[in-house]
C-alpha cells in the first residue's frame, strides 16, 4: 500500500507476514532448487531481510542461527531510532556527548518544581519539549524560558482538555500522549540559511546507511537537504513556528546544501556515527545480554 513497498517489489522483494511466513517462503525456494533442504543449503542462503513493524527478537535470533547469510537490514538499529528516549542514552558517554544538545528525561505529570530544575540543570534560554515515540515533528513545542513553567502545567496537569482548546496540534497531541516520559532538551540553533533575503533556522538531513562486517563498520553518506522551518527568524510568531522544520504543503519547505557545509558535515558525520554504532552494539550486550556474541570486541578501542 506504500511506494518502498511498490520499490521494493521492483527490486525483486516479496512480502512476508511475519518471520514463520518468512522461513517457510525461504524453505519453499530451496526445495524447489535443490529438491531437498539440508542444513548447509540454508547456511548458503544469502538475503536481506526488512521488518516493517516489531522486533521479534527470538524468531529472528533463532533464524539467523539457521540462516547466517540472511541480512536483516536495521536489526541493530531499529530498536533505539523508534524511540527518542532509547536514542538519547547512547549519548550519554564522554565520546558521544558532544553530538547531541543536552537532554533530560522527565515523566509525565506537573510538577512546580520540574520547569526552574530543567533550567538550572540544561542552563539554556530556549528548551525543546519532545515525546519519545512520535514521528514527523509530532508535539514538539520550542518553549522559552520564561513560559516552561507555564508550558509543562498546560500539557500535563489536564491533558484531555487539550482537545477543547484552540491551541496548536503541537499542543493537542499530548492529549493522547501514552508514554510515562517525555524528553526536554537543549535547544540549538542552526546556521541561518538565506532565502528572499530573511534568514531560517534550518535543520540539515542527511541520507546514509552504515554497515558492518567482521568489526569493520562502513558509513556511506549519499546526499542531504536543508529542512525549514514554517517562517524565519524574522517573523513574528512563536518559537515553535521559526524553529521547528517540517515539510507543509504549499509552502518552501526545503533547499540544497553548500558543497562546503555537506564537505564539513559529511567528515563529522561519518566520525560520529560509527561511534553511535558500536554503543548501539554494546547497549545491546548489555540489555540482551549476549555476551558471547560480543565477546571479542574492545569497545573502549572502537569508540577512540
Known amino acids: ?136 515533528g509530532r508535539g514538539i513545542l520550542m518553549v522559552a524560558k520564561h513560559e516552561l513553567d507555564a508550558t509543562l502545567r498546560l500539557l500535563f496537569e489536564n491533558p484531555a482538555g487539550l482537545l477543547e482548546t484552540n491551541l496548536s496540534e503541537e499542543h493537542k497531541y499530548w492529549a493522547t500522549y501514552k508514554s510515562p516520559f517525555f524528553l526536554v532538551e537543549q535547544y540549538e540553533p542552526s546556521k541561518p540559511i538565506i532565502i528572499d533575503e530573511q534568514p531560517y533556522d534550518a535543520t540539515m538531513r542527511l541520507v546514509f546507511t552504515i554497515d558492518c562486517c567482521a568489526q569493520d563498520v562502513n558509513v556511506t553518506i549519499f546526499d542531504g537537504y536543508w529542512k525549514l522551518p514554517a517562517f524565519p527568524l524574522t517573523a513574528d510568531c512563536s518559537l515553535t513556528d521559526k524553529h521547528k522544520s517540517h515539510i507543509i504543503p504549499g509552502l518552501l519547505s526545503s533547499v540544497k546544501i553548500a558543497s562546503e557545509d555537506f564537505a564539513d558535515a559529511k567528515m563529522l558525520m561519518e566520525d560520529a556515527l560509527r561511534k553511535v554504532y558500536w554503543q548501539m552494539v554494546q547497549t545491546r550486550f548489555l540489555l540482551l545480554g549476549e555476551a558471547e556474541r560480543w565477546a571479542d570486541i574492545d569497545f573502549d578501542a572502537l569508540m577512540a
Request: aromatic residues 8%.
Open 1 to 136: 500500500k506504500e511506494i518502498n513497498m511498490d520499490l521494493f517489489a521492483q527490486l525483486g522483494g516479496q512480502e512476508a507476514k511475519n518471520i514463520t511466513d518468512l522461513r517457510q517462503h525461504i524453505e519453499t525456494s530451496l526445495y524447489q532448487q535443490h529438491g531437498v533442504v539440508t542444513a548447509q543449503h540454508r547456511q548458503d542462503y544469502a538475503a536481506m531481510v526488512l521488518i516493517k513493524k516489531g522486533r521479534p527478537t527470538k524468531t529472528v535470533r533463532k533464524m539467523k542461527e539457521e540462516f547466517p547469510n540472511v541480512i536483516f537490514v536495521g536489526d541493530m538499529s531499529n530498536k533505539f531510532v523508534n524511540n527518542k528516549y532509547r536514542m538519547s542514552l547512547l549519548f550519554m558517554t564522554d565520546e558521544l556527548k558532544k553530538y547531541r544538545p543536552q537532554c533530560k528525561t522527565c515523566p509525565v505529570k506537573y510538577d512546580p518544581g520540574m520547569a526552574q530544575a530543567l533550567i538550572n540543570e540544561l542552563g539554556c534560554d530556549i528548551f525543546v519539549i519532545k515525546p519519545v515515540n512520535s514521528s514527523r
